[in-house]
């Protein structure tokens, strides 16, 4: 039977839908890309939609490709899968989810394979900006792809077996903050308590995504001596290499510790600036506690969502225009 819930937001996209599985039938190679420095909804959509697939189709195969992340693979997500380029010589479905626009999807290595699908879905729940591909599922209602993705599997009639159920679950909670963030809706946990219903440990799947080491301490301890807040209630710390280095941590996880500044009274947002000198910008994640940081965000080379966004800084000297445009939204 169809959920009431999960229908109803179904209902401007219901032949986008009925065209996807359409071309899942008609296709007997199809590979899952998602956007590059993955995260839990990008790596949690994909897996969980490749294992959706393969249990509903098993004589289809099915790849997950891009590039692998310096925590979470391993320790939350599989090694992502390397595919010869000769494999893509022949027909196949690209589906590619939580990824906005087409330049910022991933591979495994330098090959453009998604160009050379022969058909090409995007299921997506950021703003349309970049309508590509042959079919678009865009629902920007939804606090994470792999709400949308749960969405359409919970309410198929499929079986939505507990690998699918457990990946689709890290991704939501993932984008929504743990259900904390504003983009968390009645839809959203119903889908949550559809997955949970699948049979899975939710104790296993915390400690999987949120677990740390003790050597982490060290981090947190050093961020808590060296934050800086501005007139307005910014919080953030600053990363450079040297400190990275001393911290012994890859840039890649600079952003991890972000949300120690959630929840104190008087910080309306908060960040985290990182020096990568190998690819010679500073990344920064910010994050908010009701007003939207997406637009400043998307000033300086990022975007993302209204509480949770990323920005890249070609040089330092763009940082303090960046936290005045952040610390703006707050003055009363």
């Known amino acids: 039977m169809k959920n009431k819930i999960l229908s109803a937001r179904q209902e401007s996209y219901k032949k986008q839908i009925k065209e996807l599985f359409r ?12 956007h590059g420095h993955p995260d839990y909804d990008a790596f949690g959509t994909q897996l969980g939609l490749a294992h959706f697939i393969k249990n509903n189709y ?14 979470l693979t391993g320790r939350c997500f599989p090694k992502m899968e390397v ?24 591979t495994s290595d330098e090959l453009l394979s998604y160009e050379k699908a022969s058909y090409i ?47 689709l ?10 259900f904390l963030y504003e983009c968390t809706t009645i839809h959203t946990f119903e889908v949550a308590k559809l997955l949970i219903e699948k049979g899975f440990n939710i104790t296993k799947v915390y ?55 959630a929840h104190f009274e008087g910080i309306n947002a ?20 009701a007003k939207s940081i997406e637009d400043v965000a998307t000033k300086y080379h990022g ?4 509480q949770a966004s990323g920005a890249k800084l070609k040089t330092f000297d763009e940082l303090p225009a960046l936290l005045k445009d952040l610390d703006n939204l707050f003055v009363e």
């Open 169 to 178: 679950y890290k991704a939501i909670c993932g984008d929504t903050g743990r």
């Open 83 to 106: 595919l010869e380029h000769s494999w893509f010589e022949k027909p196949f479905l690209a589906i590619v989810v939580d990824t906005s626009t087409f330049d910022r999807i991933s």
């Open 23 to 34: 071309k899942i039938k008609e296709f007997d190679r199809i590979v899952i890309y998602r």
């Open 207 to 261: 400690s999987e995504m949120y677990d740390q080491k003790i050597s982490d301490l060290e981090t947190t301890a050093w961020i808590l001596k060296n934050y800086q807040i501005t007139e307005h209630g910014v919080a953030y710390y600053i990363l450079t290499d040297e400190t990275l280095k001393k911290l012994d941590l890859p840039p890649e996880r600079g952003k991890e510790n972000v949300n120690v500044f």
């Open 121 to 167: 879905v995007k299921i997506d729940h950021h703003p349309n900006v970049d309508p590509y591909g042959n079919l678009q599922i865009v629902d920007t209602s939804m606090g994470a792809a792999g709400e949308l993705v749960a969405n359409i599997l919970l309410n198929s009639g499929k079986k939505v077996g507990k690998e699918c159920a457990i990946n």
């Open 58 to 71: 098993p004589s289809k195969e099915v790849h997950c490709i891009g590039d692998d992340h310096v925590t």
């Open 270 to 289: 908060w960040l985290s600036v990182t020096e990568d000198v190998k690819k010679g910008e500073w990344r920064v994640s910010i994050r908010s506690a």
């Open 303 to 306: 975007g993302g969502h209204a």
